[in-house]
């Protein structure tokens, strides 16, 4: 009779694949400046922090640079540096007040069509860092509506708009909403009522506000919080010292800390990288650009030659052959303006202008 052996098997340890980090992103933005929006954006990443979270602030307000004013730091270096003086992200990141870390950014960031391909993926490489490091990147967006802004806020999956109860300020932020709604922007809106005198002033304020999208925009919008008016914070401002630190138990320090745990205790929208935006976009970029060519080769018979020498140039000559084009292209433009024949075409400003890009 066959008799089988049986063997021990040894237990086999599950395995356990560690979840990627995947930081938070929220763009905090605002109709028109003078509402506060920079001093919630840097209070509300302390509170995170204090909450055991790692955070970092994009500064994209490039125009006032808020966050360095109230914190007292100079940055020595910003994003630009990065970008073009090959400087590490340890260089430019500003370690903040509270356990907060700042990277100061550079004018024009999200203009990204100008951007070379190596930039590009620079760019793309930090954020990807960035997301990987922090578990909420708040990025402080400049005031107002420019295609900075509105770039910013699509890139992001959260978006808090912050308002007060002047009625500049809900039509400014009102105007920036249908902007983004004209664009097809349909992420989740938070909005946040600064300087309001009492809870029953910025409940009126958000009904009326929240009327309004719901009535001329169908947009629907979340509300879980206010920051209460309160002195201590212009105080803080002068001394250079965020409120939630030097005046932890203040009306408007409880008010912060109250939508910090909020947001912590919120379901994020989705899982969503910033820089996975931003690769579209230059994907994106580069199909509008081939298209565009390929639809004008056959009414610029000119293209096909231009087109022949850069499908058969070597690789290794490819930057030799970039600089000699656009080196016979400069050389054409001021042949032109000694000749004085195009000056006043609308031709020959446009290529003025994009010679002065060439040339930087």
Known sequence: MYSAKVHQLRPVKPTIKLMERVARVIAISSGKGGVGKSSVSLNLAIELSRQKHKVCIFDADTNLANINIMTGLSPDFTLQDFLTANKPLQDIMLQGPGGINIIPAASGFMDFVHYDPLQQEKLINLLQQLEKQFDYILIDTAAGINETVLSFIKAAP???????????????????????????????????????????????????????????????????????????????????????????????????????????????????????????????????????????????????????????????????????????????????????????????????????????
């Open 158 to 360: 959260e978006t808090i708009i912050t308002i007060t109860s002047e009625p500049t300020s809900l039509t400014d932020a009102f105007s920036l909403l249908k902007v983004l709604k004209q664009q097809g922007f349909n992420q989740p809106i938070q909005v946040l009522v600064n300087r309001v005198p009492s809870y029953q002033v910025a409940k009126e304020v958000l009904t009326r506000f929240s009327a309004a999208l719901k009535k001329y925009l169908n947009m629907k919008i979340t509300a879980p919080g206010y920051v209460l008016d309160d002195k201590n914070v212009s105080r803080s401002v002068m001394l250079q010292t965020p409120f939630i630190l030097k005046y932890p138990e203040t009306p408007a320090s409880l008010c912060i800390k109250s939508f910090a745990s909020k947001i912590i205790n919120s379901k994020r929208s989705k899982v969503s990288h910033l820089s996975d935006y931003l690769t579209e976009q230059k994907e994106l970029n580069q199909e509008v650009l081939v298209s565009a060519i390929e639809k004008n080769v056959d009414k610029q018979p000119w293209l096909n030659s231009v087109l022949d020498v850069i499908q058969t140039a070597p690789f290794e000559e490819s930057e030799q052959l970039i600089a000699l084009l656009s080196k016979h292209w400069l050389d054409r433009l001021e042949s032109e303006t000694t000749d004085k024949k195009y000056l006043n075409s609308d031709g020959y400003k446009a290529a003025i202008r994009f010679a002065s890009k060439l040339k930087l």
